[in-house]
Each structure stands twice: as structure tokens, then as C-alpha cells.
């Protein structure tokens, strides 16, 4: 018999002697199991160690990897599109399949953080902030490829070649993706570099990419038979990897209607390109054979430089009595010894490439015990990024009284940067007179550059504002990431801000 208890309807059993028995607790419901976290473990990628115009793509196996919410995920990097395994649990596609463009993509990404990791020896910190580099692998028709802070990610696209007759993915170049990741690379070391205004900066950004693409491709079994077969060992030919992104090359050269590369590239490592200064350049001559100051072009120069010392270390190595085909992979281990290197003593802030080609040289003695730095520094003298060395003076007596300190422009601050602030003034910045910009100064540098530094700044605005590379914006208005390119896909190289009625200049912090 059940019994209403209370007016409710909840009712309790009652026993025989009228009495209602005592109320069992009622066990406390377990809260909900989260389910295990999937464990990372390696997986099998579809993969192009270089470009599509070179190889039909292999396979490589990724190192702990796991399934996130869009995609695989390694420790530093994760792909937006929301890529699942096949039914053998890994994530290799015919190239019929939409899906292969995406794991090519993403596998050529963590191969890159993988390799710099193994030869810096310790993970790699996004300027960002987050763990996780963004990668996604095709946003939509462009030409193009490009690294931007402020969306942690980098970006590839596809684009229909009418004379090729098929679409041509950025992100299927195992050296374009390469040279991208090396640009989030280079931010996380040197982020005061996406603040300067030198175009030795920006170009050195666009060469650390092409580095890290050649060097990328070099660690590639396949690759270096390539190279072997089209050189003999002899890395001062032209081939597949002193040649960057061969098919995006010619879908440029194809879309323009003529030679805008120089080749069947985007850019060649095998060049003959010597220091001219900038100020002194045009800013992209229509002759790919001719140097000039915008940051792609003038990159040749510092990438042709690099790729040198890399053909000097390959000769030295096979001098060492190693075959060619061991003597070519040392080389690229070597290599990647000497970029890492010189990342520990690169200058922060404004720099020319003779300051880094020093540093280069001082790094290889400070960290290599100076095995490579006489070479390094033939190169650079040959390419006249240095003089050649002068005869040491004889030693001197130390003055009786030390000189004045030299009087700063800069304010004092804490840290390897200080910041130089410029207002522009005259009639030649038109109406971005009077905005406000940033120049980063390595801490360590003689003060006295600082004038110097304010006149070169002044003029590489005024050069990249008659180039229409300056954005301007009205106070209030909203820059949303496609406003970062013009109608061509080219990035800006600095946007206007507001901040209380004050216009400044900053850089715009993307990088193709």
C-alpha cells in the first residue's frame, strides 16, 4: 500500500504496524565521466618534401599527433578545416581527393617545427602568445601565402592556371609551406623585427623564410638523389633546391603574362647579386634580374649569400673524405647548426646586413668553435655585404682621460630593445604628416646611431608612401585582416592608427 506524503507525490511505503519506515538515502549521482583525453601517437601523412613540379608527393610519418576539435594537432602547431584519419587511422590521400591538400599542408608545417626544434634544441615560442600555430590550408582563389601575427596562423590558398589547366595550392610546396612557418619562426625569436623599417629587416624575414625552405628540402632523402643527379655534388649549379617554390613560380609568371621570377621559381639561391645599398635601388625594377629594395627582391641577396656558405660547407665537408651523397646530408645538418646559431646573436631592432653578416660570423666562433667562419666571411666580403678585413692596427696605449659618453636620442629602457619615437614632419609625408612612429633599436648598439637611424627611417617612409605601401585609415575606422593586402594581394608594409586623436604609423605584421 503507498501512502501521500506530505500533500507531494512523492510517497513512502507503509508497514503493517502504521508505522512509515525510515527513508533510505538515496545515492549521490556520479558526476558525468569527461571522456580520456585521445593520446598523441605518430601518424602517416601524405607529404611533398619539395613542389609539386619536382615530386608526386610521398608519405612521412608525423610524431605525436592527436585529433583536435578541426583537425590534427601537433605539440605547436593544429589545421583548421576539420581533416579526419581515413579508416587506417592516418591521413594520406590520393591527390584526386580534396583532403590531400590539407594534410600535405599540415605535414609539411609540423616537419618544419621538427626540424628547427632538433637543431635549436629546445621548442619553439610563438610571438603570439598561444602554444599552437594556426595552419589553414586553403583560404580561398589567391596566389599567394603569408604569416600574420595578430590571426596566429599561417595561410595558403589555390588558384585556377589556365595554362596549366588546373588549380595550383600554395600549400602543396612543401618549401612554400617551409618558407611561411620560418617567417612564425623568426617572430617568435625577433618579434622587434615586425616593428622595424629598414628594408634589410624585411628582407632578411623573406631570406630566413627561403632559408628554411632550402633547408627544409636538404633534410629530404629524395631530394638530395635529386640534387645529386642535377649537380654531381657541385651545389654552385642551379637545381631543385636553390630554386624555391617552382610551381607557385610559374603561376605568377602565367597570371602576369611574363617572366616576373627570372625563372620558373619564385626565387633562385643561385645568384650574383652584391650589396648595393637600398636608398640607392629601385623598389622592384620590372627586370627579375635586377636588384631592388622591395623586401622579396632584396631578400636574393642575403638568401644567395646563405646559399653560398651552404655550397662552401658541402665542398668542405667532401673535402673531409666524405662521399657526395654524405657530404650533402651533413649539409643540410650544418646548416641548420648555422642559422640556429646565428639566432642567438642576431641584433634585435633596425639592422643592415653587414650587421648581421657579423653576427653570423661571431656566432659561428662563439658556438661552432669558428669551424665555418672564415668561409662565412669570404662569402660576405664577396658579395660585398662586408669589406674585406683590414690589417690589424698595432696595439695602442689606452687614453689618460676616456672619452664623453655620447648623448642619446632614445630614451633609456629595459630590456635587448629601446624604442626611438619619430614624428614625421613636412610636406613630403602629405597627409601622413605628423604621425608617430616606433623604430626599434638593439640595446646593445653604439648610441650614436641614432641619427642616422631617424634619417634612413624618414626616408624609407617617404619611399614606401610614394610606393602607396602605407595605408591610411580615418580615426574610428576598423581594419579588418583583408584590409591588411591591396587589390593585388600585397601585404601593406604599414597601416595608420589612432590612439586619442594621434595618427601613428605601425607595421603591418604580415608577412608572404
Given at each position: 500500500?503507498?501512502?501521500?506524503?506530505?500533500?507531494?507525490?512523492?510517497?513512502?511505503?507503509?508497514?503493517?504496524?502504521?508505522?512509515?519506515?525510515?527513508?533510505?538515502?538515496?545515492?549521490?549521482?556520479?558526476?558525468?565521466?569527461?571522456?580520456?583525453?585521445?593520446?598523441?601517437?605518430?601518424?602517416?601523412?601524405?607529404?611533398?618534401?619539395?613542389?609539386?613540379?619536382?615530386?608526386?608527393?610521398?608519405?612521412?610519418?608525423?610524431?605525436?599527433?592527436?585529433?583536435?576539435?578541426?583537425?590534427?594537432?601537433?605539440?605547436?602547431?593544429?589545421?583548421?578545416?576539420?581533416?579526419?584519419?581515413?579508416?587506417?587511422?592516418?591521413?594520406?590521400?590520393?591527390?584526386?581527393?580534396?583532403?590531400?591538400?590539407?594534410?600535405?599542408?599540415?605535414?609539411?608545417?609540423?616537419?618544419?617545427?621538427?626540424?628547427?626544434?632538433?637543431?635549436?634544441?629546445?621548442?619553439?615560442?610563438?610571438?603570439?602568445?598561444?602554444?599552437?600555430?594556426?595552419?589553414?590550408?586553403?583560404?580561398?582563389?589567391?596566389?599567394?601565402?603569408?604569416?600574420?601575427?595578430?590571426?596566429?596562423?599561417?595561410?595558403?590558398?589555390?588558384?585556377?592556371?589556365?595554362?596549366?589547366?588546373?588549380?595550383?595550392?600554395?600549400?602543396?610546396?612543401?618549401?612554400?609551406?617551409?618558407?611561411?612557418?620560418?617567417?612564425?619562426?623568426?617572430?617568435?625569436?625577433?618579434?622587434?623585427?615586425?616593428?622595424?623599417?629598414?628594408?634589410?629587416?624585411?628582407?632578411?624575414?623573406?631570406?630566413?623564410?627561403?632559408?628554411?625552405?632550402?633547408?627544409?628540402?636538404?633534410?629530404?632523402?629524395?631530394?638530395?638523389?635529386?640534387?645529386?643527379?642535377?649537380?654531381?655534388?657541385?651545389?654552385?649549379?642551379?637545381?631543385?633546391?636553390?630554386?624555391?617554390?617552382?610551381?607557385?613560380?610559374?603561376?605568377?609568371?602565367?597570371?602576369?603574362?611574363?617572366?616576373?621570377?627570372?625563372?620558373?621559381?619564385?626565387?633562385?639561391?643561385?645568384?650574383?647579386?652584391?650589396?648595393?645599398?637600398?636608398?640607392?635601388?629601385?623598389?622592384?625594377?620590372?627586370?627579375?634580374?635586377?636588384?631592388?629594395?622591395?623586401?622579396?627582391?632584396?631578400?636574393?641577396?642575403?638568401?644567395?649569400?646563405?646559399?653560398?656558405?651552404?655550397?662552401?660547407?658541402?665542398?668542405?665537408?667532401?673535402?673531409?673524405?666524405?662521399?657526395?651523397?654524405?657530404?650533402?646530408?651533413?649539409?643540410?645538418?650544418?646548416?641548420?647548426?648555422?642559422?640556429?646559431?646565428?639566432?642567438?646573436?642576431?641584433?634585435?631592432?633596425?639592422?643592415?646586413?653587414?650587421?648581421?653578416?657579423?653576427?653570423?660570423?661571431?656566432?659561428?666562433?662563439?658556438?661552432?668553435?669558428?669551424?665555418?667562419?672564415?668561409?662565412?666571411?669570404?662569402?660576405?666580403?664577396?658579395?660585398?655585404?662586408?669589406?674585406?678585413?683590414?690589417?690589424?692596427?698595432?696595439?695602442?696605449?689606452?687614453?689618460?682621460?676616456?672619452?664623453?659618453?655620447?648623448?642619446?636620442?632614445?630614451?633609456?629602457?629595459?630590456?635587448?630593445?629601446?624604442?626611438?619615437?619619430?614624428?614625421?614632419?613636412?610636406?613630403?609625408?602629405?597627409?601622413?604628416?605628423?604621425?608617430?612612429?616606433?623604430?626599434?633599436?638593439?640595446?646593445?648598439?653604439?648610441?650614436?646611431?641614432?641619427?642616422?637611424?631617424?634619417?634612413?627611417?624618414?626616408?624609407?617612409?617617404?619611399?614606401?608612401?610614394?610606393?602607396?605601401?602605407?595605408?591610411?585609415?580615418?580615426?574610428?575606422?576598423?581594419?579588418?585582416?583583408?584590409?591588411?593586402?591591396?587589390?593585388?594581394?600585397?601585404?601593406?608594409?604599414?597601416i595608420v592608427t589612432w590612439e586619442d586623436g594621434k595618427m601613428k604609423i605601425e607595421r603591418n605584421k604580415v608577412a608572404v
Open positions: 500500500m503507498m501512502q501521500t506524503i506530505g500533500g507531494s507525490n512523492f510517497t513512502r511505503p507503509v508497514r503493517a504496524d502504521g508505522n512509515t519506515p525510515p527513508q533510505q538515502p538515496t545515492p549521490p549521482t556520479p558526476p558525468p565521466q569527461e571522456p580520456p583525453a585521445p593520446q598523441p601517437q605518430d601518424t602517416v601523412f601524405t607529404f611533398n618534401p619539395q613542389d609539386p613540379m619536382v615530386f608526386a608527393p610521398s608519405t612521412t610519418t608525423i610524431k605525436n599527433v592527436v585529433s583536435g576539435e578541426n583537425g590534427p594537432e601537433v605539440d605547436r602547431a593544429k589545421l583548421n578545416g576539420g581533416l579526419t584519419a581515413n579508416e587506417e587511422g592516418g591521413f594520406v590521400f590520393p591527390s584526386c581527393d580534396e583532403r590531400h591538400h590539407a594534410a600535405v599542408t599540415f605535414s609539411a608545417v609540423a616537419k618544419t617545427v621538427e626540424i628547427f626544434e632538433q637543431a635549436t634544441g629546445q621548442p619553439i615560442q610563438w610571438a603570439f602568445g598561444n602554444s599552437k600555430l594556426e595552419v589553414n590550408h586553403d583560404g580561398g582563389d589567391m596566389i599567394n601565402a603569408y604569416y600574420a601575427r595578430d590571426e596566429r596562423s599561417v595561410n595558403f590558398f589555390h588558384h585556377e592556371d589556365a595554362i596549366m589547366g588546373r588549380a595550383v595550392h600554395s600549400g602543396d610546396s612543401g618549401e612554400v609551406v617551409a618558407h611561411e612557418v620560418g617567417h612564425a619562426i623568426l617572430d617568435g625569436l625577433r618579434p622587434d623585427y615586425f616593428d622595424a623599417w629598414a628594408p634589410d629587416v624585411g628582407a632578411f624575414h623573406e631570406a630566413f623564410g627561403d632559408m628554411m625552405g632550402m633547408l627544409f628540402a636538404l633534410k629530404d632523402d629524395r631530394t638530395r638523389s635529386r640534387v645529386l643527379i642535377e649537380t654531381g655534388g657541385d651545389l654552385s649549379k642551379k637545381n631543385v633546391v636553390s630554386a624555391l617554390g617552382e610551381e607557385l613560380g610559374i603561376a605568377i609568371n602565367d597570371e602576369t603574362g611574363k617572366n616576373r621570377t627570372g625563372g620558373n621559381w619564385t626565387r633562385n639561391a643561385v645568384n650574383s647579386f652584391t650589396w648595393k645599398d637600398p636608398a640607392d635601388l629601385p623598389f622592384n625594377p620590372p627586370n627579375p634580374d635586377d636588384l631592388g629594395s622591395e623586401v622579396h627582391n632584396f631578400s636574393r641577396l642575403w638568401s644567395g649569400a646563405f646559399y653560398d656558405v651552404l655550397n662552401g660547407v658541402n665542398e668542405m665537408n667532401k673535402a673531409a673524405g666524405l662521399s657526395t651523397a654524405d657530404a650533402l646530408a651533413k649539409t643540410a645538418d650544418d646548416g641548420l647548426k648555422i642559422l640556429a646559431n646565428l639566432m642567438k646573436e642576431a641584433p634585435n631592432g633596425e639592422f643592415t646586413f653587414r650587421d648581421m653578416a657579423n653576427a653570423m660570423i661571431s656566432s659561428d666562433r662563439n658556438n661552432n668553435n669558428g669551424q665555418y667562419a672564415d668561409l662565412i666571411q669570404n662569402v660576405m666580403v664577396k658579395r660585398e655585404i662586408l669589406a674585406a678585413p683590414a690589417p690589424e692596427p698595432p696595439p695602442q696605449e689606452p687614453p689618460t682621460d676616456p672619452a664623453p659618453p655620447t648623448k642619446s636620442l632614445l630614451n633609456q629602457e629595459e630590456g635587448p630593445v629601446r624604442n626611438l619615437r619619430l614624428t614625421l614632419s613636412g610636406a613630403d609625408f602629405g597627409k601622413f604628416q605628423g604621425a608617430e612612429v616606433k623604430i626599434p633599436v638593439d640595446s646593445k648598439e653604439a648610441l650614436g646611431k641614432d641619427v642616422s637611424l631617424r634619417e634612413r627611417t624618414e626616408g624609407n617612409l617617404k619611399r614606401y608612401i610614394a610606393e602607396g605601401r602605407i595605408l591610411y585609415t580615418e580615426p574610428n575606422q576598423v581594419v579588418k585582416p583583408a584590409d591588411r593586402f591591396d587589390k593585388d594581394g600585397k601585404p601593406y608594409i604599414g
